[in-house]
């Protein structure tokens, strides 16, 4: 019996010397994520976003050199690259997104990080076209999409259109890539779809390159210019809102639609 309660004392101590210690070991994860607040704000960075959040993420990425774009506060393609790049690194998700336990990381990295790159952010380059200031394509871009950028559309968009005319069209002629960035905009001047181009190329099932990841290929020059040339006014569907390739397409609403012409291995629909 003696044995029995020492043996249970002996339980009973050890259970609460784990709990102490847990607790102390949540307090300092809690201390570590209150520390890391005031650099970034409880915003989900992700592609598409800009401002504060972005400078601190690529100029703490850049520190620790997994980032070697320019530090101009907008989460394009290179700083998402870079992302995946430190979560890899970090044994984390990799998937591109800044939440609360990549952000507590990537501080918890870079204490000794002070910024220096200029705010872009903060008057003056890195507005978005058509707003005055430096309307140039961030990281690695083409200046002309944005010259000729006459919707007030942001870099971002015509960063995210160059992907999805890469990633949707890349094999086709360089008419069936100009004609793939027209539907975009036709559907952008639509009232039945979303108003932006990101959210018509985001919207859930709407383009093939979203749903196979090929959205986050790095595009050419070619789609590029495919874009600028939409965003000049030519437009080889005449309207088309919808497009498909016959011999890939698995959903019979699609044939549906009024066929207005074929460019290439697509077919341009109403």
């Known amino acids: ?54 400078y601190e993420l690529q100029g703490r990425l850049k520190y620790l050199g997994f980032y070697h774009g320019k530090i101009d506060s907008v989460f394009g393609s290179k700083t998402q690259g870079s992302v995946k790049w430190f979560q890899s690194e970090f044994g984390m998700k990799v998937d591109g997104i800044v939440g609360p336990k990549v952000k507590l990381k990537l501080y918890n990295a870079t204490k000794d990080f002070r910024p220096t790159a200029p705010k872009l952010h903060e008057g003056g ?26 919707m007030g559309l942001s870099d971002n968009d ?13 094999g ?11 539907v975009i905009l036709n559907r952008v001047k639509s009232p039945s779809f979303p108003n932006s181009p990101h959210g018509v190329i985001f919207e859930p099932r709407a383009f093939t390159a979203v749903a196979d990841g090929q959205i986050w290929l790095e595009p050419n020059e070619q789609a590029r210019k495919a874009v600028e040339q939409a965003l000049n006014g030519w437009d080889p569907t005449g309207g088309c809102l919808y497009y498909f390739n016959p011999k890939t397409a698995t959903s019979p609403w699609i044939w549906t ?14």
């Open 1 to 54: 019996m003696k044995n029995s309660r020492i043996w249970n004392l002996i339980s009973i101590a050890i259970l609460l010397s784990a709990v102490v210690f847990a607790q102390g070991g949540l307090k300092a994860d809690y201390s570590n994520l209150q520390e890391a607040l005031p650099t970034f704000s409880q915003q989900t960075i992700k592609f598409g976003s800009t401002g504060e959040d972005v």
């Open 125 to 150: 380059g890195g507005a978005a076209a058509g707003a005055g200031g430096d309307t140039s394509n961030k990281e690695g871009g083409n200046n002309n999409l944005a010259s000729s950028n006459t």
């Open 158 to 170: 015509l960063r995210i259109m160059a992907n999805a005319v890469y990633g949707e069209a890349r």
């Open 172 to 182: 086709e002629p360089f008419e069936g890539q100009v004609a793939v960035a027209a």
């Open 257 to 270: 639609r009024p066929q207005v012409k074929t460019i290439g291995q697509h077919i341009f629909c109403m």
